[in-house]
């Protein structure tokens, strides 16, 4: 099994900044595994934000946060990061994290997911 915990969340301002985290672990979890971050807004379904490979030098983004967000990883600390700038009230929802042994399976395992909430 893997699993995924998310932290990191909370309240911002419009413009500002956060930083969330997911921490992995579980026997079956391989640093090789390509990780990702969902969100899911209020009254809205999930939607893919972003997703990186095993070695951290191919990402993808959605284009709604393309240029705005970051992914990163630290394989050696089993911990992904997702840096979140000039943010909107329409980044609202709850983060998720997932993993998955390709970019294809990224939605394999998945963690209890973090609130954020921006301000206007």
């Known amino acids: 099994q893997v699993q995924l915990v998310e932290s990191g969340g909370g309240l911002a301002q419009a413009g500002g900044s956060l930083r969330l985290s997911c921490a992995v672990s579980g026997r079956a979890f391989s640093s090789s595994y390509y990780m990702g971050w969902f969100r899911q807004a209020p009254g809205k379904q999930r939607e893919f934000v972003g997703g990186?490979?095993?070695?951290?030098?191919?990402?993808s983004y959605a284009d709604s946060v393309k240029g705005r967000f970051t992914i990163s990883r630290d394989n050696a600390k089993k911990t992904v990061y997702l840096q979140m700038n000039s943010l909107k009230p329409e980044d609202t929802g709850v983060y998720y994290c997932?993993?998955?042994?390709?970019?294809?399976?990224?939605?394999?395992?998945w963690g209890q997911g973090t609130q954020v909430t921006i301000s206007s």
């Open positions: 997932t993993a998955g042994e390709t970019e294809y399976d990224v939605d394999d395992y």
């Open positions: 990186i490979n095993w070695s951290g030098d191919s990402t």
